[in-house]
């Protein structure tokens, strides 16, 4: 597998890295003694007095101009400068000592100007280009340096991360670089990556549609190794180059086998939970209305504790349907039969039958004829109980519901209005979610599931419908369904 090469060792860029060179004193005393040993052999060499002297001198300046030169180039402006100052001295000395050999051609060095072209101007220019030129390489060096911390900062985290990650070459689909939790993976389960250097057969793995230019969001990909299936999620997106051409592909791969595991556990307790409550319900619910079909019939007066626990009753079924709908949603069970059906008229017959449970609020219907629509029946009224009912629960100061019926851009769009408590901002995306119950202010307790708007969703998404809200935290929601004229006419299982 990809393994990350941790190339650096590379310490981090010090100040004293700087290419400060006067204050490295090798090149001052390298400097110096390069000049007095110049001076030294032309004291010999006039002390012998044996070479033509116009040879000599001229010879003498060539050199101190080719070791200020070279002292320029490699110690910069510095030390090149005292050198030139001591040749420019020495050459004045010659003019004047002893020897007096020098004078025609002193006499023009001491003039300042030639001194500054001969001497000083080359220690200045040659010394200064050499500082910039090391400037710019130590701050390439630098770059570099930063460059290679930032990849093994980088390196670290992606081989620490819990889940595994794939980089792979867009022209030639190699594996470049894959994590330490990928390598577990590997081992565990038996996907196409195999190796560094081993092209991947594109055609099995989600890299080719990243690779293709493709963004994966947390996609379920079912991998059979061993004869046992390992869910894996899957997220992945192309990495573009300036010229806006995909370069490589990055994949996020997490295991999710032993959470999937986990959930169907759930979902078959539930289920399991669910179906052992119907059968006593159900006949609590008979032996309730018996008792009120006795009072009738005996003619006394109607028991409130009868009608209240007949309320109880229907709250439990409507609560224990829902759970049975969710765990046939998850094993893909729940059947839909889908008819022509009018929704104003069925949200007419839901409010008359469901508004006698509800004191405590009148539901306001305000429909206006729409068309039949192919839907199922008995989940369309399974999403408008669960919408009313929620309206009314968190909504416990208000009095009244309104759910709207009309027609809006070849949709039925149905609406239910509270003035409760509203929907705070963050809670909004997540509400359609499995079990989420939106935190509460301190001191109220809702009672519930968690489960009534995911199964909302569920059904609307068979009948290619949305569902949304619009909110105010503190003065209410209105809960939207929009669903579309045209309806799949065949029956479908979700
Ligand atoms: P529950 O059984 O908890 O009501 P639902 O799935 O029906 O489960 O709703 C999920 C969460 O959404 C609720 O716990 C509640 O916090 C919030 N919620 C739903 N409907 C409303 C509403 N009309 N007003 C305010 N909050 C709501």
Known sequence: MAKPTPTSKAAPPSKSARPDLSSVPASWSQALTSVLLVIIFYELVWQLDFFYKPIVTASMIIVFMAIIAINAFRFGVKPALVVALIANIYTIYAYAGPTRSLAPINSLLRAEWLALVLFYAPAIIIGYLRERVDESIFKERQARSMAEQEQLRLTTILQQLPVGVVIAEASSGKVIF????????LSSTHTPVRDESEAVPLQEWPMRQVIEGQTLQSEEF????????????????????????ITAGVVIIDDITVEKELQQRKDDFLSMVSHELKTPLTSLK????????????????????????????????????????????????????????????LAKQVINDIQPTIPTHQLVLQAKPVPAIMADPDRITQVLINLITNAVKYSPQADKVIIDISSVNKQIQLSVQDFGIGIKSDAKKRIFERFYQAEQRQGQTFPGLGIGLYLCSEIVKQHHGKIWLESKYGSGSTFFVSLPFKQPKVSKKG
């Open 222 to 245: 079912t991998y059979n190794h061993a004869g046992h299936d390992h869910v894996l999620r899957v997220s992945g997106t192309p990495i573009y180059n300036s010229l806006g051409e």
């Open 178 to 185: 894959g994590n330490q939790y990928l390598e577990q993976l």
């Open 286 to 345: 008979m032996y309730i209305q018996l008792a009120s079909r006795q009072i009738r019939e005996d003619n006394l007066p109607a028991s409130a504790s009868l009608v209240k626990a007949n309320a109880q009753a229907d709250k439990l079924t409507q609560m224990i349907a829902d759970m049975l709908s969710l765990a046939r949603t998850q094993s893909g069970k729940l059947e839909y039969r889908f008819e022509p059906v009018d929704v104003a008229v």
